[in-house]
């Protein structure tokens, strides 16, 4: 039975680090909301009682309902063979899964640094701002910190040769960063070879090259978590 995957259907947002977590899987499931359109998503958490999400991406599996990404990458993981080795190395993914989230929301922040409900026009000025910061001190900072993490072990990965969700993760940020900030990722990526090499090995997985030859891997746009105005970048 395949599970099901709720996300807003305009962006890939969230939501494609789970759908990347799955297709490198080879794991069934569907994307009800681009099946059954954006209204059946709302309805869908509306219908939801007891502690429920409190917003996408969640997935569901009978009467289980996961959301928060780190949670549902871990949980996939650690039921189809992609997960830690162990207690401490599962620690270790999900310890790295939550930094993935924090650089994640920071990049959101940069283009949306004042509030959500505003529109970007509304806030370019502090956005310029918080961009060049992320770009100069905090994707360095990051960068530096998985760039350790894949040098924990010999082989492509955080865990050596075999993968596992942090590395399907990893591989979206990159993409996403490359996206959103072109000319800072062209000016750093030399500096951190093994997470570049980590990003070239997920992409070469036979569940992510046949993915993104597919329509069901959805182009970077301005709606979504990674976007790209040139104003906010540089080298």
């Known amino acids: 039975m395949a ?5 807003w259907t305009g962006a890939p947002g969230r939501g494609e680090f789970v759908r990347v977590a799955l297709e490198a899987a080879g794991v069934d499931y569907r994307d009800r909301a681009r099946e ?5 998503l ?11 999400p409190f917003a996408p991406p969640y997935l569901t599996d009978g009467d289980i309902c996961i959301a928060q990404v780190a949670h549902i990458v871990t949980w996939l ?14 620690l270790e993914l999900i310890m790295l899964q939550l930094t993935i989230t924090d650089i994640t929301a920071e990049a959101h922040d940069v283009h949306h640094p004042i509030a959500d409900a505003l529109y970007y026009e509304d806030q370019k000025d502090a956005a310029k701002r918080v961009a060049e910061d992320f770009r100069e001190t905090r994707m360095p900072k990051f960068f530096r910190y998985f760039e350790d993490a894949l040098s924990a072990n010999h082989g492509r990965f955080v865990l050596g040769e075999k993968w596992s969700h942090v590395d399907t993760s990893l591989f979206q940020l990159v993409e996403g960063l490359r996206y959103a900030f072109p000319q800072r990722m062209k000016a750093i990526e030399g500096d951190y070879p093994k997470l570049i090499a980590c990003r070239d090995a997920v992409a ?15 182009a970077f746009n301005e709606d979504g978590i990674f976007r790209h105005y040139p104003e906010l970048d540089a080298a």
């Open 204 to 218: 070469q997985l036979d569940g992510i090259k046949a993915y993104l030859a597919s329509d069901r891997r959805m």
């Open 77 to 90: 993981g650690d039921r189809h063979g992609f997960g830690g080795e162990d207690e401490r190395s599962s």
């Open 42 to 52: 709302v309805d869908d958490l509306e219908e939801r009682s007891g502690i429920r």
């Open 36 to 40: 059954d359109g954006s209204q059946a």
């Open 3 to 7: 599970y099901d995957l709720w996300y």
